[in-house]
């Protein structure tokens, strides 16, 4: 994490070059570029979830699968991002969509990114100014991405999983209450409920690492995987559970995968 008041700071000095990313994006909202336009912090680079930090949408694979390598690298490369210099992601949802910009970022072997805490809200509420309109193109960074520095698991090490799965979808999603996009409603079975939203506070910030702690240890036991419907919001679990002190893999295909296999089980609050 960064806070908006460090972010401020180290922006300030102009020996730093950091690289800001707009990550605004969430489930029904197609607007985030106009977002971006209407206001964002000075210098940051507008990045579309969808076509930039996911491949293609398919039953087989789920509405956010894991993108190329190489297609990541070039569009990290189109951001600017260069080797050694560090990223700041935001957005304007507490993190739900800019914890997938950087776990995506780390799972890719970049250290230096960290997350806004609070996004876009934090930063005005601290008095930090905001851009409109589009920035000048970046100059083309040099990053080289290799993947695999985070853990992943799939849909068959999951139906096996010896440990923690934990769903961090909205409980009535869980439940099997509801279910407004993917084709069967309910959850993996042997998975907890775990919403995403618990690990903010009612500010947007994340809550502290000993406020984390105490929550996750009551919910998990032995290795942990999280998923959610995509694999959007279980980053921003798994970026809760690394402030906790936890290790967990993410289950990239998720709800949307795992529904759509009519051989995978499912389970609900019924069952």
């Not at 799972?107 to 997350?115: L, T």
């Not at 990053?143 to 961090?168: H, K, Q, S």
Request: glycine fraction near 10%.
């Amino acid at each position: 994490m960064i806070s908006p008041e460090e972010l401020r700071k180290a922006l300030s000095d102009s020996e730093n070059r950091i690289h800001l990313l707009d990550v605004r994006w969430a489930l029904g909202d197609p607007d985030g570029p106009q977002h971006y336009l209407d206001g964002h912090i000075p210098g940051a680079v507008f990045v579309d979830l969808e076509t930039e930090l996911a491949a293609p949408p398919s039953p087989a694979h789920g509405r956010h699968p894991l993108p190329t390598m190489a297609h990541l690298q070039k569009c990290a490369r189109s951001w600017g991002l260069r080797r050694g210099e560090p990223t700041v992601v935001y957005d304007a949802t507490g993190a739900m969509a800019a914890a997938r910009a950087w776990w995506l970022l780390r799972w890719a072997g970049v250290s230096e990114v960290r997350i806004l805490d609070g996004g876009l809200p934090a930063w005005q509420r601290c008095g930090g100014e905001l851009a409109t309109g589009s920035e000048p193109d970046p100059v083309p960074g040099n990053v080289v991405l290799t993947p695999g520095n985070m853990p992943v698991v799939e849909a068959d090490e999951v139906a096996a999983w010896p440990g923690a799965l934990l769903d961090a979808r909205a409980g009535e999603r869980y439940r099997g209450q509801v279910e407004p996009i993917d084709p069967r409603a309910g959850h993996i079975p042997g998975a907890v409920s775990a919403p995403t939203a618990e690990n903010l506070t009612p500010e947007g910030t994340f809550k502290s690492p000993e406020q984390l702690r105490a929550r996750f240890s009551d919910l998990v036991s032995g290795p942990v995987a999280v998923y959610c419907g995509s694999g959007v919001t279980a980053a921003h679990q798994i970026a809760a559970l690394t402030m906790a002190g936890f290790s967990a893999a993410l289950y990239p295909g998720s709800w949307s995968q795992w529904s759509s296999d009519p051989d995978r089980p499912v389970a609900t609050a019924l069952d």
